[in-house]
């Protein structure tokens, strides 16, 4: 993960699907971006833009919710936002002509095949990392999250612990690679309770939400009658949202996140707290190589550029 230089996709792709809350219809492509230009939404139908990045969270309940001062909100961000952290691109600009990306079918597999047609591409920017220098950690009534320095790139060390039989308690760890990514986290769909179902639509959730793209879990197991994908696909679920979710730091991160009974709000506010302290963080940029390729070397020789809270 700890590549040299900035990504963008080679060209544009398109989807379309309904989502999961709101149970619009939306229409989205993925298209390339300059360097630095970061993941970029942009609104369609209001001509409005918005960058995936911690100022534009306007909410991060049950999903997570983007939009600027003026503009309309884009939801839902979260598997987007994670396939393209899971497969190390850091410039895009998604259009999209409705208020939340489409679901799919609960995962990031989609949007992973989406941008496999596209491409993957360097620019002549050098990427730069988000490297944490000391621990931050956020604590619930029944969980934590906690971002700690790791310099070898990116760790996810997930657990969950439901009082159901379907789930109980499940645990998921890896250093985050694109293969990693593909391979552990991108199928794994997004779940819910049967009996959380009425109480989500009074409040205006899960208005789209069915078997074909959630795990649905009722009294006596798992009503899906595909089953799972993974022996512990609850567990690996929680994990690629803390990818996307994490993404909104605005930069690639050098660091260890552990979480215990996270979800989209805990994730965020150990983001939040990180970039909140100056002394917790630093932006490190990749050291490009000379003209003269030399064989056998990889990683980077990371340099610290000024940088502050606000610009992330």
Not at 85 to 102: F, H, Q, T, Y
Not at 142 to 147: A, P, T
Request: charged share 25%.
């Amino acid at each position: 993960m700890n590549a040299v230089r900035q990504t963008t996709l080679a060209d544009c792709v398109a989807l379309s699907g309904v989502g999961v809350h709101s149970g619009k219809l939306a229409r989205l492509s993925l298209a390339p971006a300059e360097a630095d230009s970061g993941i970029v939404f942009h609104r369609s139908d209001s001509s409005q833009s918005v960058r995936a990045c911690r100022s534009a969270v306007r909410g991060s309940d049950l999903a997570t919710v983007l939009r600027d001062s003026s503009g309309p909100a884009v939801s839902t961000v979260e598997h987007l936002l994670a396939c393209f952290a899971g497969l190390g691109i850091d410039n895009a600009r998604v259009e999209i002509d409705g208020p939340e990306v489409p679901i799919l079918d609960g995962s990031a597999e989609e949007f992973v095949a989406a941008v496999d047609e596209a491409g993957i591409v360097e620019t002549g920017a050098a990427r730069r990392y988000l490297r944490v220098l000391k621990p931050v950690r956020i604590e619930t009534e029944s969980g934590f999250g906690e971002l700690s320095p790791y310099d070898v790139g990116f760790r996810l060390e997930v657990e969950i612990d439901f009082q159901h039989a379907a789930i109980g308690r499940q645990r998921y760890a890896a250093t985050l690679s694109p293969d990693v990514f593909r391979k552990d986290l991108a199928r794994a769909r997004t779940f819910g309770f049967v009996s959380d179902v009425e109480r989500l639509w009074q409040a205006g959730y899960a208005l789209g939400a069915s078997l074909d793209n959630t795990i649905c879990v009722g009294d006596d197991g798992i009503m899906n009658t595909t089953g799972l994908r993974y022996a512990d696909e609850f567990v690996r679920h929680k994990a690629l949202d803390a990818v996307g979710d994490l993404a909104l730091g605005g930069l690639p991160m050098m660091a260890r996140y552990r979480s215990y009974r996270g979800g989209h709000k805990l994730n965020f506010a150990v983001v939040d707290a990180l970039l909140s302290d100056r002394s917790a963080y630093e932006i490190v940029e990749a050291r490009l190589p000379a003209q003269r390729t030399v064989r056998g070397t990889s990683g980077i020789a990371a340099v610290a550029v000024p940088a502050y809270a606000p610009e992330l």
